[in-house]
T-cell receptor, first 113, second 111 residues
Framework: NAGVTQTPKFRVLKTGQSMTLLCAQDMNHEYMYWYRQDPGMGLRLIHYSVGEGTTAKGEVPDGYNVSRLKKQNFLLGLESAAPSQTSVYFC????????????FGQGTRLTVV | GEDVEQSLFLSVREGDSSVINCTYTDSSSTYLYWYKQEPGAGLQLLTYIFSNMDMKQDQRLTVLLNKKDKHLSLRIADTQTGDSAIYFCAEALRGYQKVTFGIGTKLQVIP
């Protein structure tokens, strides 16, 4: 029972490089989210998706793009990484409905040098 | 507004009660949640409360909701070292599609 799986777990990028973070869930959840966690800032929503083929902006979308081509996967892309994007990234998924628990992945620690 | 506010840090002695507080600004919130994050891990749901309730108790956890003041608290009775973690309050907004989290309160339990 995998739940929410994020890959990779750690990554170091040079400024200007690009990369894609993958989130996969096996619970058939409609909603998926990407958050970043920074000291003193808590969790901030980057982008989210309410279903296959749909995406929406969160609080801090600049510098990121996302895609939800398959229901089980939610990809977060950084086209040109900046040091300000050094953070821990969490993916989460939920089923529809107001009383549905968000299930989180283990996080991806990204450092941009 | 969608702001959820929490204090950053709380330190308690093992066996004492811990009280973690949260304020929110969106009066349309229907469900409010408490999540726990242990070191190096993602968040896990601890408990939740529906906005028409004042209190919910679940073993050592008590959630109090003051809807008039938009104040939510989590009380942990007989706090143990295993309770050391970051605690986030959260609310589901906009048709319950988005989940907004507070900044998290780091609970340190001193043996």
């Amino acid at each position: 029972n995998a739940g929410v799986t994020q890959t990779p777990k750690f990554r170091v990028l040079k400024t200007g490089q690009s990369m894609t973070l993958l989130c996969a869930q096996d619970m058939n959840h409609e909603y998926m989210y990407w958050y970043r966690q920074d000291p003193g800032m808590g969790l901030r929503l980057i982008h989210y998706s309410v279903g296959e083929g749909t995406t929406a902006k969160g609080e801090v979308p600049d510098g990121y793009n996302v895609s939800r081509l398959k229901k089980q996967n939610f990809l977060l892309g950084l086209e040109s990484a900046a040091p300000s994007q050094t953070s821990v990234y969490f993916c989460a998924s939920r089923r529809t409905g107001y009383l549905s628990e968000a299930f989180f992945g283990q996080g991806t620690r990204l450092t941009v040098v | 507004g969608e702001d959820v506010e929490q204090s950053l840090f709380l330190s308690v002695r093992e066996g004492d009660s811990s009280v973690i507080n949260c304020t929110y600004t969106d009066s349309s919130s229907t469900y409010l949640y408490w999540y726990k994050q242990e070191p190096g891990a993602g968040l896990q749901l601890l408990t939740y409360i529906f906005s028409n309730m004042d209190m919910k108790q679940d073993q050592r956890l008590t959630v109090l909701l003051n809807k008039k003041d938009k104040h939510l608290s989590l009380r942990i009775a007989d706090t143990q070292t295993g309770d050391s973690a970051i605690y986030f309050c959260a609310e589901a907004l906009r048709g319950y599609q988005k989940v907004t989290f507070g900044i998290g309160t780091k609970l340190q339990v001193i043996p």
